[in-house]
């Protein structure tokens, strides 16, 4: 019989609408869902409200088991620690990471409650699979509370260098909770091999790139490249529906060449380093502002963390600053969009896209590029990359760009713009044919595959 699962995360897979609960839009969810229709299985997490949590309800199958939130602890753990500490610390230490022991105190005691939480509804036997950087705590908590359980951590976001996360001052414990997994999953063979090292220079066990040793255990370190339910995305892309959005934007567009950019309202996602390399593309290039446009979707995110609402000024000041020098009444340069867009109409930009550019100074993985290459169903459209995003590493016939190299980022948007077609088509066949092959699902079976 195959063993029951326990997924254990930030957040529940569901939302409330008035009296009842649907279930959330997103990547995890959709893969790991399946996954619990098949066998039994709880899900152990947040419902996004402050205050008491309801009881356990069973919602499209799965069990769901609501760990509850105060005020004082989203202040402390989740907008604080989790989003203030270690989110910057883990993307290189591009904003300065704060380290309050006031932060550290919630973190403990909310990863306690979700390792309790966990504990209630394990049976022996069972997998619990753990994920992301608010719950680095919770496999050693959980390991001292049910030792009788297969204990699996994944982790969405990079692990940084041991040099930054050097300065982390509770690095042992967060090293020593993530060391209670029987597995833990990265998103890179970069992320892994940091990991490793970490765990060598900071704890006493040993550890190679493959196995870490803790006590008397042994942990296995896996690379498992998330990825995105490809045929729906590209099924979406080709109903006539989309076909419809498609050639109504590039009306309302102008008709113009469209560079196109999709993120989480994010310091890490690299915004500002396009629109400078767009404003100089113009600088260098003025007969592109005839006949490209580009389109920022920028989603409102983690608003009650500083950093973020530095982050929407720069931007918004940025494209102002743009749109001000170098439009006319009729006719803006960038055209952009602050709030979340309905799948089918974030599907219509990416198939109506001649040029994608994701530009984060560093990223875990970053789907929006996957799901690009997924609504390009005749081979067109060029994808502008970091070199630092996980999807790097899959995607390497993209455009790959060093995203401070602002000349660079600026000539690489040129080069997209004017790149033979046969040539944009010999490398978005390539990168199709990797997001055929590799979808989500398969990384939840490898993830699977290693715990059991
Ligand atoms: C973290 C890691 C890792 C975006 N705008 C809209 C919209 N989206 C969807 C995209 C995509 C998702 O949000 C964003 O995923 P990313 O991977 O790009 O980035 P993060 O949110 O930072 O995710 C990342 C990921 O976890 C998974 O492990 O890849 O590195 O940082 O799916 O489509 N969806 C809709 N409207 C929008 O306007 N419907």
Redesign the pocket.
Known sequence: MLQRIVVVANRLPVRRVGDGWETS????VSAVTPLLVDRPGSWVGWTGDAGPAPARFVHAGIEQVPVPLDEDEIDGFYSGFSNGTIWPLYHDAIRPPEFHRHWWRPYVAVNERYAHAAAAVLQPGDIAWIHDYQLQLVPGMLRRLRPDVKIGFFL??PFPPAEIFARMPWRGAILDGLLGSDVIGF?TRLARHNFARAVRYYTPGRATTRLAQHHDREVQLQTAP?SIDTERLTSLAATEETSRRVARLQSELGNRRIILG???L?YTKGIDVRLRAFDTLLDEHPECQEDVVFVQ?A?PSRTGVGQYQNIRESVELQVGRINGLRGTVHRQPVHYHYG????EE?IAYYAAADVMCVTPLR??????AK?YVAARRDDSGVLVLSEFV?SAEELKPALLVNPYDLDRVADTLWKALHLPEAEAARRMRLMRRRVRSHTVFDWARACMDALT
């Open positions: 839009p997103g990547g995890l969405h976001i998103q998330i999709v993120d989480r994010d979707v989603v979340s867009l309905p799948i974030l990223d875990g993985m970053n789907l929006v799901e996980g």
